[in-house]
T-cell receptor, first 110, second 117 residues
Framework: RKEVEQDPGPFNVPEGATVAFNCTYS??????FFWYRQDCRKEPKLLMS???SDNEDGRFTAQLNRASQYISLLIRDSKLSDSATYLC???????????FGAGTTVTVRA | DTGVSQDPRHKITKRGQNVTFRCDPI?????LYWYRQTLGQGPEFLTY????????KSRLLSDRFSAERPKGSFSTLEIQHTEQGDSAMYLC???????????????FGPGTRLTVT
């Protein structure tokens, strides 16, 4: 079983729509959680750190459910520029490395 | 711009050749990480350094791979006798680990895209 699993999508949504997707992780001892955004052929860029059950940053909201071991990301009022692959990232108990999901692709259309 | 730089950005080499990549982390960051990413997958951890000490290596890192961070600043990743399966994006990341914090966000460089023909 993979450490981090994501629905690969793609999620195709119109501008202005709300889109949400989940990620599950296998290690119950995981301590820290992040969402990274990756554009085609570019490096991952940190979008949000998820410290508690609900984290909001502008149009983006991340939810953490430790009991069910999942993290979700919700994007409100989608913009064309939100089109990207969103990587769910979990920190191992030893802290030094990140475990990445394979990513969820979101395409926002005009 | 996160401040992590990598060189070269692209490398095409023939099977059997040796290649070396360089990473310059954000200047005050004491931890440096190497990851590998193939198409359709998330990055996979290869190794990391705390200052100049290499503290962990993934089993993905075969004997043909070696990494150094001689002065605790920049790092190099060398692949000897390259194989076609080594073709991937090699990403470097850095973070600042402090004793009073438990979460260390990692910031990535633009990557080196290796193609082995």
């Amino acid at each position: 079983r993979k450490e981090v699993e994501q629905d690969p999508g793609p999620f195709n949504v119109p501008e202005g729509a709300t889109v949400a997707f989940n990620c599950t992780y296998s290690n119950s001892a995981s301590q820290s959680f992040f969402w990274y955004r990756q554009d085609c052929r570019k490096e991952p860029k940190l979008l949000m750190s998820v410290y508690s059950s609900d984290n909001e940053d502008g149009r983006f909201t991340a939810q953490l459910n430790r009991a069910s071991q999942y993290i979700s990301l919700l994007i409100r009022d989608s913009k064309l520029s939100d089109s990207a692959t969103y990587l769910c990232v979990v920190n191992t108990p030893n802290d030094y490395k990140l475990s990445f999901g394979a990513g969820t692709t979101v395409t926002v259309r005009a | 711009d996160t401040g992590v730089s990598q060189d070269p950005r692209h490398k095409i080499t023939k099977r059997g050749q040796n290649v070396t990549f360089r990473c310059d982390p954000i200047s005050e960051h004491n931890r440096l990480y190497w990851y590998r990413q193939t198409l359709g997958q998330g990055p996979e951890f290869l190794t990391y350094f705390q200052n100049e000490a290499q503290l962990e290596k993934s089993r993905l890192l075969s004997d043909r791979f070696s990494a150094e961070r001689p002065k605790g600043s920049f790092s190099t990743l060398e692949i000897q006798h390259t194989e076609q399966g080594d073709s991937a994006m090699y990403l470097c990341a850095s973070s600042l680990a402090l004793k009073d914090r438990s979460v260390y966000e990692q910031y990535f460089g633009p990557g080196t895209r290796l193609t082995v023909t």
